[in-house]
């Protein structure tokens, strides 16, 4: 079925129409130019394999993701759709606020949480096999192909800068308390100061005070 339930949240978003389709870019340049348009099948997958990387990169910075599937379909209720599942559901929320509304390649990105949480339920197996009679018009997931080392290779990459970023939030939250600890010690002093600074001058207000009396009493012990 084309309609499918939007959840209120979801391990999966959706990344809406993101892709560019090799075909329709095609199909869109055949019908500009009124000429036949050939697909240089080599550059489409180099442009494919720099659009996952980007995407990849860019949604691991919200969490770990457990799966990223990018549409192969060439229905319109389809093509260019991106998934992204992640092992945490606060982690997808996040990446929906952030990436909702952004834009990639000139255009704005449309996101929403997803009701596919298992993927082998929603691809097509016959597309897995290379034997799907429907072909791109199919109403299951066709997933573009990706090699597991470059997979493995993003996951070791965004690891460590998911590390790198938890030891640079670890030495902000370091400085900043040691900051607040400067400060706390800081107003201590100067409150002291303060109080020092008030008994200082009663003391001086009181020797005043005793020197103005002793004073008066010598002119009073003189006039008598």
């Known amino acids: 079925s084309r ?5 209120a949240f979801s391990p999966t978003i959706l990344i809406k129409h993101v892709y560019r389709h090799p075909v329709r870019l095609a199909e869109l340049q055949q019908a ?12 489409a997958m180099e442009d494919f394999l720099c659009f996952f990387e980007d995407f990849f990169l860019e949604l691991s910075k919200f969490g770990r993701i457990d799966a990223l599937h990018v549409c192969d ?33 000139g255009r704005r990105m449309e996101v929403e949480f997803s009701p596919v949480t298992d993927f082998r339920e929603a691809r097509c197996r016959d ?13 299951f997931l066709h ?24 030891d640079d939030r670890r030495d902000r939250e370091r400085e900043e308390r040691r900051a607040r600890k400067r400060e706390r010690r800081e107003r201590r002093e100067r409150k002291r100061s303060r109080k020092s600074s008030r008994k200082s001058s009663r003391s001086r207000s009181r020797s005043r005070s005793r020197s103005r009396s002793v004073t008066s009493d010598d002119s009073r012990s003189d006039r008598d």
């Open 73 to 105: 379909n060439l229905g319109d209720h389809m093509i260019g759709h991106v998934y992204c599942k992640f092992f945490n559901e606060e982690d997808a929320s996040d990446a929906l606020q952030v990436m909702n509304g952004r834009y990639y390649d």
């Open 3 to 7: 309609l499918h339930h939007r959840p």
């Open 143 to 166: 997933v573009k192909p990706v090699p597991p080392a470059l997979i493995r290779s993003l996951e070791e990459e965004s690891e460590v800068d998911r590390r790198r970023e938890e």
């Open 127 to 139: 597309f897995d096999e290379d034997v799907c009679s429907r072909g791109g018009f199919c109403n």
């Open 32 to 43: 500009a130019t009124a000429g036949e348009t050939v697909i240089d099948e080599q550059k």
